[in-house]
């Protein structure tokens, strides 16, 4: 095996640039180096210049989320020797304003997380120290994999509605809707029903899947799209047809 492969990295400026270009790094190749060790080299022994983000390294925080080799990744769990001989092509995640380099703008995600009303909702307020919501084993385990979502952009990276609808609410946020949904302490369904069922929302996707494909965490936010629009296609027809029982 090699002693270096070559990194060839997205450098982009928008201030100054007209287009971004790849600059190519030699790097050590070795078994226990991610592609995120190897921007860490670049940027602390060969160009302090070389711009992006990351933090854990422990693919929790999701920080790190590039394109390598074409695919939306967490570089921190993507190792140099499965790319060998190289040259490994690192870019910022496709779909999103580049602000520098690697680094993307999310805010657009940002914005629209807080319409669906990712948190416990109850009708109720009761002081915390005066109420306790228990929940059975199997009542977890019907939200539990859509809370695994660590917002590292990959399925938004990877889903090719949000690339050519920008005003799709993504997978990531309806995801994280679905998790509170199926959540036995919640009583907020029908408050993110008009947002999830909205032209921007379930609707809006063709489920193509490359979201959940692309997920480092299993959350499946194809599955929980595709489930939620059972949901709301019966709610509808509920209302319809016995409309007293509206809520």
């Known amino acids: ?41 670049i940027k602390d022994r060969i160009d302090g210049t070389l711009s ?28 140099l020797v499965d790319h060998a001989p190289g040259p490994v092509r690192v870019e910022p995640l496709a779909n999103f304003p580049v602000v ?8 657009d995600f940002m914005r629209k997380l807080p319409t669906v009303r990712p948190w416990l909702v109850r009708d109720d307020e009761p002081a915390v120290d005066d109420v306790e919501f228990l929940q059975t084993p199997a ?20 889903c090719p509605v949000y690339g050519i609808e920008p005003d799709f609410l993504g997978p990531a946020a309806i995801a ?10 919640d009583q907020g369904a029908h408050q993110r029903l008009d947002v999830l069922a909205g032209a921007d ?14 997920c480092p965490k299993g959350v499946d936010p194809a599955g929980a799209i595709q489930r939620y ?3 709301a296609a019966t709610r509808t ?3 319809l047809l016995m409309p007293w029982a509206r809520r």
């Open 100 to 107: 520098r380099d690697l680094v993307v703008d999310i805010g």
């Open 229 to 231: 629009k059972l949901t």
């Open 139 to 158: 009542q977890l385990d019907e939200y539990k994999q859509f809370s695994m979502c660590i917002n590292c952009m990959l399925c938004y990276s990877a």
């Open 52 to 79: 992006f983000r990351w933090s854990c390294r422990m693919g929790i925080c999701g920080s790190c989320g590039m394109t390598v080799d074409g695919d939306p990744a967490l570089t921190c769990g993507t190792f």
């Open 1 to 41: 095996m090699a002693d270096t492969i070559t990194l060839q990295v997205t450098r982009y400026r928008p201030d100054i640039d007209d287009a971004p270009r790849l600059q190519d790094y030699e790097v050590p190749l070795r078994e226990e180096w991610a592609v995120l060790d190897a921007l860490n080299h």
């Open 176 to 185: 994280l809707a679905q998790r509170y949904n199926l959540d036995s302490r």
């Open 201 to 214: 929302g379930i609707w809006a996707c063709t489920y193509v899947g490359e979201c959940t494909t692309a």
């Open 237 to 239: 027809l509920r209302s």
